[in-house]
């Protein structure tokens, strides 16, 4: 018996040894092929010396004592970048087709070593002075570790507002400045490229990443992203604008198909990006995870070759994105570069295609030298220094005011904006937690967030401190339910919203004796990864109607008003409660200073004027989308990362494994137009302290570009700016178009009481086109356009007509 014992102990002991030595060398496995795909050696970098040849002094990047062509910054980039290929070997230009792993991303690296919390990189070749770049997120700022391994300095970066608030500002000048911020910062903290912004279309108003994008309409999605991408690349640093394309959910990303006409692929998903690409001529563009009628999109040579590079001439890098696609081969030979963040595995087929002509030499050549183009491009290749010392106060400012400018006024009974001084029940947990933007890659690790309680206290507001009291002792009660996740990826897999409370009747009462109004705050929070869903987020919870309607019922009967502030990343329902309060504000994620923008627009500091860059529907359902929508929300694995089995079609679940975009072009604002349906509030709307009249729409058609002219005049009592919209409509079209569709837009500058201002657009000939499927072209109709100068798409105030 004791034997037995002893021997069963054994084989125990030694299967739990095995475990163990199969997970170190798991893990070590997983070290060297995913999260290192080069050795730490190869990041040495060599002292290059400053010499003078004939007169002329320049880095001596491969130390040969004499001018090479690449090393002269007098010649073309071109020729720089063919001579620098010239001199590679075949093993140096298939590593730098792949960055070097996640280690940066994940903190495995030493002190100086890198930069920490950079999620990529592109590859140094020491021997010829080509420096290591380094890539990091995100759309909203930029996301590094905001501290190192025993080093007493923070690396904080600034939390601008969400994509969509910077949409809504329709302000393309400010845009640039907030790219321009972007870029400054990257310039300090010496990352060379930013993986945004993100261009994809709200197609649905339940993609978990919506707030990292900008709008349901691609033109305001081009004009915008082409603003920040300006901002950002003239301090010489480079965007990589996200994700191209067609990535409109998060529901089984890596491989869901999307199935979609190329009429709407080309007038709706990729219009945005192609106005971005010729605008801006972006450093770079991230391939999206998905697959698009049937392939990866990082390996569509179509896409990312033909009508990218071809038809719009984009002349930068694509890299996918992070582990995204599955054949490095298939995704070089279609025009996508570079391999993010780079594994083992794909150095190994690339290297092996490369040997056995399956990879051509040219096709390598030309990924290769698209990224030396880019390095040579960047500062870092000039040996520029960097100090870690940005401008934060000026940065936070700058977020500051554009998230002021766009936050959205959705309903202001004689509300807004409050007397100064007043008492403010401020109801809801967000109030005291407010959310400065999403989740994932879409984050930035900011220094302070300003939640709407500082805001109004800093604006001279008195917070009633019972109302206060009550979600402290909640807190104190339930720890757990605020207990903030660590680290991107805890917050990635479980975004922090904190819970409501429900206060009594009583309660209720007793705090409108002891305030002059009350402000209620409704937050969301969504990220990369999942979806969301329709119940208690779409639509309030339980709690938040009930904290709603008994806060508007008692206020109101003792003669007191209630202003709601919508502090969310993605449109919610509307129209069932919207009556009720007296104001609403759609405050968005304004970033760091999101709180202080708040209170500067409720106390009357500024008046808002942003517009909404997407329809809010009176139901989900009334969306074109929503038949072939994820609805179910859910998480994604990590293991989704790394794994791209297929499953066999018998087996493919729709809106998971493969999305129809069945609603073709009419997404957002073109469906509920062409179907007629009321909305709770249009493509376009946001109110004023002020009121604004247009008149005089003329236009005049010169050399293909219809010039437009309207006169607007703020006609109220307050200064302010106005969005102006102009759609065009082709009447009596034999043609499915949509009724309307932005061709441009315009924001006056601040305008006095009484002022007036003439306000310019101009619209190509080429954008009234719709994409011809049968000729495989677009297609200008000739006749009459009617152009229509509007307030919002429903409040459309001047018309008229030109002829082509
Ligand atoms: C996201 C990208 C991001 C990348 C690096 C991916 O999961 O989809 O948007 O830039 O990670 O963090």
């Given at each position: ?10 084989v125990?002991?030694?299967v739990?040894g ?30 290059v010396e ?6 002329y ?18 010649q073309p ?6 001579d ?22 994940m ?9 920490s ?10 021997r ?12 909203a700022?930029l ?5 190192r391994?025993?080093d007493p300095?923070?690396?904080y970066?600034?939390?601008?507002p ?15 400045r ?21 261009a ?25 992203g ?8 003239a ?11 067609a ?49 990866y ?12 590079r ?11 994105d ?18 993010e ?19 051509s ?36 400012l700058?977020?500051?005011?554009s998230?002021?400018?766009g ?20 109801f809801g ?15 930035v ?31 104190a ?22 819970p409501?409370?429900?206060l ?44 709603l ?13 209630v ?22 504000l759609?405050a ?9 923008s ?11 004027s ?28 990590l293991s ?31 469906h ?10 249009p493509f376009?709307?946001g ?12 236009a005049?058609?010169?050399?293909s570009?219809i ?23 082709k ?12 061709k441009?837009f ?10 007036s ?6 619209v190509?000939?080429p ?10 072209d677009?297609t ?22 030109i002829?082509?």
């Amino acid at each position: 018996m004791k034997r037995a014992l002893k021997i069963a102990l054994k084989v125990l002991l030694s299967v739990i040894g095995l475990i163990i030595v199969l997970l170190i060398a798991m893990g070590l496995w997983y070290r060297a092929n995913v999260i290192h795909s080069e050795h730490p050696k190869n990041f040495r970098q060599a002292e290059v010396e400053t010499i003078s040849v004939a007169g002329y002094t320049f880095r001596d990047l491969n130390g040969n004592d004499s001018l090479d062509i690449y090393e002269d910054k007098r010649q073309p980039i071109e020729a720089r970048a063919e001579d620098l290929l010239s001199q590679m070997s075949m093993e140096e230009k298939i590593r730098i087709l792949k960055g070097s792993g996640m280690q940066s991303a994940m903190g495995l690296i030493k002190p100086g070593e890198g930069i920490s919390g950079a999620v990529g990189t592109i590859v140094p070749v020491a021997r010829l002075g080509i420096p290591t770049l380094y890539l990091s997120d995100g759309p909203a700022g930029l996301r590094i570790n905001p501290r190192r391994k025993n080093d007493p300095r923070s690396y904080y970066c600034t939390a601008f507002p969400i994509g969509t608030l910077v949409a809504s500002t329709w302000n393309t000048e400010l845009a640039s400045r907030i790219g321009d911020a972007m870029g400054k910062e990257m310039l300090e903290y010496g990352i060379d490229v930013i993986l945004g912004p993100g261009a994809n279309i709200h197609r649905h108003p339940l993609c978990g990443r919506n707030f990292e994008y900008f709008s349901e309409d691609p033109v305001l999605t081009g004009e915008i992203g082409a603003a920040i991408v300006n901002g950002v690349e003239a301090n010489g640093v480079g965007t990589c604008v996200k994700h191209f394309v067609a990535n409109n959910q998060e529901t089984n990303r890596m491989i869901n198909d999307v199935r979609i006409s190329e009429r709407a692929l080309r007038e709706i998903y990729l219009k945005g990006f192609e106005i971005i690409v010729r605008k801006a001529q972006p450093w770079s563009l991230m391939s999206s995870y998905n697959r698009l009628n049937g392939s990866y999109v990082a390996e569509n040579r179509e896409i990312l070759t033909d009508i990218l590079r071809d038809d719009w001439g984009f002349e930068g890098v694509v890299m996918t994105d992070w582990f995204g696609g599955s054949n490095a081969v298939a995704q070089v030979a279609a025009g996508n570069d570079l391999q993010e963040p780079g594994t083992r595995k794909q150095y190994k087929a690339l290297k092996k295609a490369a040997a056995s002509g399956e990879l051509s030499e040219e096709a390598i050549n030309t990924s290769v030298k698209r990224i030396l183009k880019l390095v040579l491009a960047s500062g870092k290749m000039d040996g520029l220094p960097f100090h870690n010392d940005p401008d934060l106060e000026a940065h936070a400012l700058i977020a500051r005011q554009s998230a002021a400018e766009g936050m959205i006024l959705l309903k202001n009974e004689g509300a807004l904006p409050l007397k100064q001084g007043l008492k403010v029940a401020l109801f809801g947990a967000s109030s005291y937690d407010f959310i400065a933007g999403g989740t994932g890659s879409g984050d930035v690790n900011e220094a302070y967030s300003v939640s709407l309680e500082e805001g109004l206290t800093n604006a001279g507001f008195q917070i009633n401190p019972t109302a206060k009291s009550y979600v402290e002792e909640y807190k104190a009660a339930h720890p757990e339910a605020f207990r903030k996740p660590k680290g991107t990826l805890q917050a990635m897999m479980n975004p922090y919203s904190p819970p409501e409370i429900v206060l009594s009747e009583e309660q209720v009462r007793e705090l409108s004796t002891t305030s002059d109004l009350a402000i209620v705050t409704i937050g969301r929070n969504a990220g990369e990864g999942g979806d969301r869903v329709e119940k208690d987020d779409f639509l309030l919870s339980e709690k938040e109607q009930q904290m709603l309607t008994t806060i508007c019922r008692v206020f109101h009967d003792s003669g007191k008003q209630v202003v709601v502030v919508l502090n969310i990343g993605g449109v919610i329902e509307t129209a069932s409660w919207k009556q009720k309060p007296d104001a609403i504000l759609l405050a968005w994620q304004g970033g760091q200073e999101g709180g202080n923008s708040v209170a500067n627009i409720l106390a009357g500091k500024e008046n808002p004027s942003g517009k909404l860059p997407m329809t809010f529907p009176l139901k989900l359902n009334d969306h074109a989308s929503n038949a072939n929508f994820p609805l179910e929300g859910g998480m994604m694995k990590l293991s989704d990362f790394l794994d791209r089995t297929i499953k066999p079609v018998e087996e493919q679940l729709a809106n998971i494994d493969y999305s129809n975009y069945e609603e073709g072009i009419y997404v957002g604002y073109r469906h509920f137009d062409k179907a007629g349906l009321e909305v709770s509030y249009p493509f376009g709307f946001g109110l004023s302290y002020t009121s604004f009249e247009y008149s005089n729409l003329e236009a005049e058609l010169a050399d293909s570009i219809i010039k437009v002219q309207i006169n607007i005049q703020n006609t109220g009592e307050v200064a302010g700016k106005e969005v102006v919209q102009l759609f065009s409509a082709k009447p009596g079209t034999k043609i499915d178009r949509p009724k309307q569709a932005l061709k441009a837009f315009a924001k006056t500058p601040l305008l006095a009481p009484g002022e007036s201002t003439v306000i310019e657009m101009s619209v190509p000939v080429p954008d009234l086109a719709y994409w011809n499927e049968d000729l495989a072209d677009w297609t200008v109709e000739p006749g009459e356009y009617q152009l229509l100068a509007g307030a919002s798409s429903r409040d459309i105030r001047e018309q008229t007509f030109i002829e082509l």
